[in-house]
C-alpha cells in the first residue's frame, strides 16, 4: 500500500508552499487508496512553537483534506537516537568531538566545501568510546565512503535521473552534541519506521536526497520513490518565504478574503501541475483522477501579487467560477458563516435563503461579497451607490417608485409575473419607459445599478421587505 506524508515544522503559518505539498500528497495517495500521514517536525526547539502548530492546523482544516494517521517528531527522539547509535556501532557513522562541529559543514572554507574532520573520523573505536565515556560532547556524523568513492542515484518522479558521487557528499550530522536528532536522521527514522513509500516535497529537498539514501541503505531499509516538486516564487522570481513576504504566502490570507477551500485547493495544484486536458476549475473527485507525476512541471511557479493586493488574479477568477456552479445545498452554509461573521444572517427560512444565495451569486466573486455587494438581500441599512442614485434622481422616478409599491401591496399575487405585469402597466399609464422604473427599483432595494435580473431582485428582497423600500426612497 502506498504511503505519503506531509511534515510541516510550526515555525509559522501554513506556508502556501507548504499547503501544495500537502495537496499533492493528499491527491495521490487518495488516487491510489493510500494512507495519509501527518508528520509534525517539530524537533528544532528553538523555533518551534504551539500557536505555530494551531495555526497549521487551522490552515490544514480549511483546506478540508483528511489524513490517516498522525506523529509528532518529538515524541519520537528515543527512536531517531537508537538509529544514530546503530549506524554508529555498524562503522557506519562516528562520533566527531570538534567544538560545535555540527555546524562545520555550513560555514566556508577557504579550500573548498567542507567535507569531513580526517582526524575524528580516524579515531579509533577505542578511543572514541572512552572520550564519550569521560562526559565530551560529540557529534555523531555520517562516514561517507570516499575509498573508493561511488555514485548515490536515484529516479526522480518529476525531475528524472539524479546523481552524485559520494567524493561531493560531507560527512553530515545525525546527532547533535545536545542529543537532538538533525533534519536528515529524524527524517529518514521516521520515514523507515512509518514505512513511507513516497517522499513528496519540495524541490529544495533534492539535494538532501543523496544523504537519506545512505542513511537507507547504510540500515537495509527499502528506498522510497521520491517526487520533488518546482518552487514557488514571487513576481521578482525570489523564492516565497514567509520573511521576505510576509502574510501574503499565508493560506488563512486567501481564507481571510472570503476563497472558498476547494476554489483555493485547485488554484494550488495549477501551480506547476496541469491534467494533460489543459482544464482549469476542477472539483476535488476530478482534481484526484486526473493528478499524477507526468503533470507537474519542472520549471518554478509564479504567484502573482503585489503590495496593493495580496491577491493572485488566477486565484480570484477560479474563486468565481466555483462560486457560481458550487451545489447550493453547499455553498449556502459558507455563505451564511461569512454573513455571521460581519453581523448579518440570512432573511426569511432555508429554502429562500437558498435561493436567494443562488440568484445573487453570479455577480459575486468571494464570499465577502455576499456581506458587502449582497447587504441589501440580508440587511435594511445599506448605502445606495453614485450610479444608483443617478437612476433614483431620473425626475419622477421616486414618485413612480412609490405607485409601484401601492400596486404590489393591493395585488394579492407576487411572483415575478405579477411584478412585471405591475411595473409595465403602470409605465404604460404614465407614458414612461419601463427601463426608468426598473433601473429606479433595483437602486432603491438593493443600492447598486446592476445584479441580478430587475424582477428576480422583487423575489430576492420578498414582498414585506419591497414594498416599504419602495415608498421610503
Not at 23 to 44: A, E, P
Not at 77 to 97: I, M, P, S, V
Request: glycine share 6%; proline share 5%; aromatic share 10%.
Amino acid at each position: 500500500m502506498i504511503r505519503a506524508r506531509f511534515a510541516p515544522s510550526p515555525t509559522g503559518y501554513l506556508h502556501i508552499g507548504s499547503a501544495r505539498t500537502f495537496v499533492f500528497n493528499w491527491l495521490y495517495v487518495r488516487k491510489h487508496q493510500g494512507t495519509m500521514v501527518l508528520r509534525i517536525d517539530d524537533t528544532d526547539v528553538d523555533r518551534n512553537t504551539e500557536a505555530s502548530l494551531r495555526s497549521i492546523y487551522e490552515g490544514m482544516n480549511w483546506l478540508g483534506l483528511d489524513w490517516d494517521e498522525i506523529y509528532r517528531q518529538s515524541e519520537r527522539l528515543d527512536l531517531h537516537r537508537k538509529l544514530a547509535h546503530r549506524l554508529l556501532e555498524k562503522g557506519l557513522a562516528y562520533r566527531d568531538f570538534t567544538p560545535a562541529a555540527a555546524d562545520l559543514e555550513d560555514k566556508p572554507h577557504a579550500e573548498g566545501p567542507w567535507l569531513c574532520n580526517p582526524e575524528m573520523r580516524a579515531l579509533s573505536t577505542e578511543e572514541s568510546d572512552a572520550r564519550a565515556a569521560a562526559g565530551e560532547p560529540f557529534v555523531i556524523r555520517f562516514r561517507v565512503n570516499r575509498e573508493p568513492p561511488y555514485e548515490v542515484s536515484f529516479r526522480d518522479e518529476v525531475y528524472g535521473p539524479q546523481s552524485k558521487l559520494t567524493a561531493d557528499i560531507e560527512d553530515f550530522a545525525l546527532l547533535r552534541s545536545n542529543g537532538m536528532p538533525t533534519y536528515h536522521l529524524a527524517s529518514c527514522a521516521d520515514d523507515i519506521d512509518l514505512k513511507i513509500t513516497h517522499v513528496i516535497r519540495g524541490q529544495d529537498h533534492l539535494s538532501n536526497t543523496f544523504k537519506h539514501i545512505l542513511i537507507f541503505q547504510g540500515t537495509g531499509s527499502p528506498l522510497p520513490r521520491f517526487a520533488h516538486l518546482p518552487l514557488l516564487i514571487g513576481p521578482d522570481g525570489s523564492k516565497l518565504s514567509k520573511r521576505k513576504h510576509g502574510p501574503v504566502v499565508s493560506v488563512t490570507t486567501y481564507r481571510d478574503n472570503g476563497f472558498l477551500a476547494l476554489a483555493y485547493v485547485n488554484f494550488l495544484c495549477l501551480l506547476g501541475w496541469s491534467p494533460k486536458d489543459n482544464r482549469e476549475q476542477m472539483n476535488l473527485y476530478e482534481l484526484t483522477s486526473a493528478f499524477n507525476f507526468d503533470g507537474v512541471h519542472r520549471s518554478n511557479a509564479v504567484v502573482n501579487f503585489s503590495e496593493a493586493d495580496p491577491i493572485d488574479p488566477k486565484a480570484l477568477w477560479l474563486n468565481s467560477q466555483h462560486l457560481r456552479s458550487m451545489p447550493i445545498e453547499h455553498l449556502a452554509p459558507l455563505v451564511q458563516q461569512a454573513l455571521r461573521e460581519h453581523g448579518l444572517g440570512p432573511y426569511g427560512d432555508e429554502t429562500f435563503f437558498r435561493f436567494v444565495v443562488d440568484t445573487i451569486r453570479t455577480r459575486f466573486t468571494t464570499l465577502l461579497d455576499f456581506s458587502s455587494k449582497g447587504r441589501a438581500y440580508f440587511a435594511n441599512d445599506f448605502e445606495i451607490e453614485k450610479q444608483a442614485l443617478e437612476k433614483l434622481n431620473v425626475p419622477g422616478a421616486r414618485e413612480l417608485l412609490r405607485e409601484l409599491a401601492g400596486r404590489i401591496e393591493a395585488n394579492p399575487e407576487f411572483t415575478l409575473g405579477s411584478v412585471e405585469t405591475d411595473l409595465r402597466k403602470l409605465a404604460e399609464e404614465r407614458a414612461v419607459k419601463a427601463g426608468v422604473i426598473i433601473n429606479a427599483s433595483r437602486a432603491a432595494l438593493t443600492g447598486q445599478s446592476v445584479g441580478p435580473s430587475a424582477f428576480a431582485v422583487f423575489m430576492c428582497i420578498g414582498r414585506e421587505r419591497v414594498i416599504p423600500r419602495l415608498r421610503r426612497v
